[in-house]
T-cell receptor
Framework: AQSVTQLGSHVSVSEGALVLLRCNYSSSVPPYLFWYVQYPNQGLQLLLKYTSAATLVKGINGFEAEFKKSETSFHLTKPSAHMSDAAEYFCAVSGGTGGYNKLIFGAGTRLAVHP | KAGVTQTPRYLIKTRGQQVTLSCSPISGHRSVSWYQQTPGQGLQFLFEYFSETQRNKGNFPGRFSGRQFSNSRSEMNVSTLELGDSALYLC?????????????FGEGSRLTVL
């Protein structure tokens, strides 16, 4: 079975500081991995995805993530946080028996950005 | 290009009632998935439809059902509502079944059960 663990339900950074949101996955098959962002009272928006091509994936809004098979990790980073980055971030995995459109989500990490 | 549209956005029901939620996918998308989001359980997969057929189902009781129409629009129904069904129900569409998992989500229907 596939699963995702996001370390830290809340992360707080200063504006301009590095953002690092941690995600570890478990999968018996080569996974597809995703980061989604959710702003208050909205649905989820795809930030980036890993589908077995380049291990360093660049997404929207300056975010990127690196797939590390040996560590079963897919951490999300952004060099410099903006106030507008405050939101909840979800890591997700797919590719198991449910197919690639069945996403298994982590519990989410709420990012706060303070001046 | 219009995004995924979900209606209604907010609704309040009482225990024992039933509810139907609607989802219109992005034009040209044929796969529609539904997810339930709650503070306690997080985001959980309900089911996926493709070409009017349920292709995948999550671990939810039979009170949760859905269908897809020939125009790819989808509805989900919850019968005999319980307090624990209060949640944000998210619909997502994608181009095809078995795709790359790039789902496009609607803003959700927030259901409150009293």
């Amino acid at each position: 079975a596939q699963s995702v663990t996001q370390l830290g339900s809340h992360v707080s950074v200063s504006e301009g500081a590095l953002v690092l949101l941690r995600c570890n996955y478990s999968s018996s098959v080569p996974p597809y991995l995703f980061w989604y962002v959710q702003y208050p009272n909205q649905g989820l928006q795809l930030l980036l995805k890993y589908t077995s091509a380049a291990t360093l994936v660049k997404g929207i809004n300056g975010f990127e993530a690196e797939f590390k098979k040996s560590e079963t990790s897919f951490h999300l980073t952004k060099p410099s946080a903006h106030m507008s980055d405050a939101a909840e971030y979800f890591c997700a995995v797919s590719g198991g028996t449910g197919g690639y459109n069945k996403l298994i989500f982590g519990a989410g990490t709420r990012l706060a950005v303070h001046p | 290009k219009a995004g995924v549209t979900q209606t209604p956005r907010y609704l309040i029901k009482t225990r024992g009632q039933q509810v139907t939620l609607s989802c219109s996918p992005i034009s040209g998308h044929r796969s529609v998935s539904w997810y339930q989001q709650t503070p306690g359980q997080g985001l959980q997969f309900l089911f996926e439809y493709f070409s009017e057929t349920q292709r995948n189902k999550g671990n939810f009781p039979g009170r949760f059902s859905g269908r897809q129409f020939s125009n790819s629009r989808s509805e989900m129904n919850v019968s005999t509502l319980e307090l624990g069904d209060s949640a944000l129900y998210l619909c997502a569409s994608s181009l095809e079944q078995g795709g790359t998992g790039e789902l496009f989500f609607g803003e959700g229907s927030r259901l409150t059960v009293l």
